[in-house]
């Protein structure tokens, strides 16, 4: 089970102080983990103030459970209730205290309530880390540990995530003692070994994240979600840069839910702006989210962060400057890509990927960046634009930087778009617009030269392939398409046209990692 409406892996929640990031999960916590009706003291004010002044309305909360175990189906069966596979429970907040129904159509719903709750996911809730007590007594509360076999596991587990996060040896030794209790030795990254409680504050958190992690995702990984406040509490940058991958690494590779606020960039994942959500209070003070583009949404939550430009943008080791969201978005699933086949030596955790929404706002860019003596690769389309920019910067002399053109050698004119495989891009045009272009319809289109307005060359160019199918209509977006083809990028051949581009790359940014 995932929440509806949100994204099934990663969501992250932005906003200023005070505007109801952390309410967001205590609602999921009460929703999930507590038992029948709050008492008055448990709900907030400001909700029941909100109830007292619109008593003519119900407000509710649904929760969709889509795949349905085999033994929960088989319940409703024996009991003859039509399902369709899918439940659906409502959670109303009236007279100040919420209470649970199923919505069936049938006289049996009592009969089920109780059942249902097998179904629900565990919902994990961390709390605010930088409130949290890591005393080894609230380890032991938290995290029973009963027996030895288990003690093997968790500790195992516990110190992979450790060596993910730290990149070095740091170990913990957990020692068993009586009624369930336990003590743990911590030895860091220089062999000094400690009680737990005699580490400091971002090493006991990091202990108490890999305790957790030992017992629930290393054992078992059925319906869990996770909220997480702020993660970056107690941490160095470059160890919040770590966690953050990790937690990227498990929402996806583990399909596990997981909801996270953060004040911190580093928590906001630029390369997949969907999983990032703007928190804020209306005139009425009350939460929501913002339903912004991704333009709008992304100055808004900089501004909200208190962040500069320098500040928000050049957070990487290394900086690419590229000419829109399309590379921002599918640059990230390359360059990890090719680390992982062992074909370049830095990956999307070490490079800040910047867009200058167009090309003729890279020289100013690459003007900046370079004032601040940041090796900078800046990369271009293979068009008339991106050779005059490329020349204008050369003509510059700009330190740390270098500045290519994506060509493609049987093509006059190329962008990304013409430098992955056919295959790849057929499947996304497909896809994204549910139509069957062929590689002779792909071909057909870029003999398309006839371009009224540069910018839209892209989705221009695709215009006689998409005309047999009367596409043309539709928003053809970019954006959409990008996603699609990051999405279905698992095949190392499919980007056989870049991998030169990106071993240069991996040859100057090698003289500063």
């Known amino acids: 089970m995932t929440i509806h409406t949100l994204n099934p892996n990663l969501n992250i929640f932005v906003g200023e102080n005070n505007v109801g990031k952390s309410n967001i999960l205590k609602v999921m916590d009460t929703v999930f983990n507590s038992e029948g009706a709050l008492e008055n003291n448990e709900i907030p004010q400001s909700l029941v103030d909100f109830i007292g002044r619109e008593t003519n309305k119900k407000y509710y909360i649904d929760i969709v459970f889509n795949d349905l175990s085999t033994q929960f189906k088989k319940f409703l069966n024996h ?75 968790v500790q195992t587990a516990a110190n992979q995530f450790l060596k993910n996060i730290f990149n070095q040896n740091v170990i913990i030794s957990i020692n068993l003692k009586n009624n369930n209790e336990y003590s743990i030795d911590v030895t860091d990254g220089y062999g000094n070994s400690n009680l737990y409680a005699d580490k400091s504050s971002g090493l006991q958190q990091l202990t108490y994240l890999s305790l957790f992690f030992g017992l629930n995702i290393a054992t078992e990984t059925n319906n869990i979600i996770l909220g997480i406040e702020e993660p970056e509490a107690n941490l160095h940058s470059k160890l919040q840069k770590r966690l953050f991958q990790y937690i990227k690494r498990i929402a996806n590779e583990l399909s596990i839910q997981v909801f996270l606020t953060t004040h911190s960039p580093i ?52 900086n690419i400057v590229v000419e829109g969201p399309t590379e921002k978005i599918i640059f990230p699933k390359i360059i990890d890509l090719l680390y992982e086949n062992e074909i370049i030596n830095f990956n999307s955790e070490n490079v800040n990927i910047i867009s200058s929404q167009g090309a003729q706002n890279t020289y100013y860019f690459s003007k900046m960046i370079s004032q601040m003596m940041l090796p900078t690769y800046v990369i271009l389309d293979n068009d008339k634009e991106g050779a005059n920019v490329k020349k204008s910067i050369l003509g510059a002399d700009f330190n740390l930087l270098k500045v290519i053109l994506l060509e493609r ?23 994204v617009y549910d139509i069957n272009i062929t590689t002779n ?54 980007i056989k046209f870049l991998k030169k581009y990106f071993k240069k790359m991996d040859s100057f940014f090698a003289n500063y990692l």
């Open 409 to 431: 050698k049987e093509f006059e004119e190329s962008e990304i778009e013409d430098l992955i495989s056919e295959e790849l891009l057929i499947k996304s045009l497909n896809n």
């Open 441 to 494: 319809d792909l071909e057909e289109a870029r003999k398309n030269k006839h371009v009224d307005n540069p910018e839209e060359y892209g989705l221009i160019k695709f215009s006689k392939a998409y005309k047999k199918f009367e596409i043309e209509k539709f928003n053809l977006s970019k954006l959409s398409l990008a996603k699609e083809i990051r999405n279905n990028l698992t095949d190392i051949n499919s």
């Open 267 to 318: 928590f906001i994942d630029k390369s997949n702006v969907d999983t990032v959500f703007h928190v804020k209070r209306n005139d009425n003070a009350h939460t929501y989210i913002e339903n912004e583009s991704y333009r709008n949404n992304w100055l808004s939550i900089r501004k909200d962060l208190g962040l500069a430009i320098n500040d928000s943008l050049f957070i990487g080791d290394i």
């Open 79 to 153: 009991k003859n209730i039509n399902y369709n596979d899918k439940v659906k429970i409502r959670v109303y907040f009236q007279d100040q205290r919420p209470y649970r129904y199923v919505d069936f159509e049938s006289e049996k719903l009592y009969s089920i309530n109780s059942k249902i709750k097998t179904e629900f996911p565990e919902f994990i809730y961390f709390g605010d880390l930088s409130e949290k007590n890591f005393d080894i007594n609230s380890l032991t509360d938290i995290f029973p540990i009963k027996n030895s076999e288990q003690k093997i596991k």
